[in-house]
């Protein structure tokens, strides 16, 4: 405050503080940059990794389904199809 004034030292205001170099500018938007685009990645890998399992889930009802429409036709016994 007051002693700090009298000093001679320059207190932090809006007003006095120190401008922001270009350099400066540069290296915190590109930090921002980085780790917005890393948590991108993250989400596109998990989402990647869903709809994988989505997949092999479906391939395996669809190949299930097949199956037991087979020994339908077939006309298995009713143990073969429950099991």
Known sequence: GAAAA???RPTATADTAPKEG??????RGFANCCSSTGLCC???KEQTQISALEYKIAARQ???GV???TLVERKA???????
């Open 42 to 44: 993250v989400k596109l």
């Open 6 to 8: 009298s000093a001679g």
């Open 62 to 64: 669809k190949k299930f």
């Open 77 to 83: 016994a009713q143990a073969a199809l429950k099991g």
């Open 22 to 27: 270009f350099m400066q500018k540069i290296s």
């Open 67 to 69: 199956d037991y429409l």
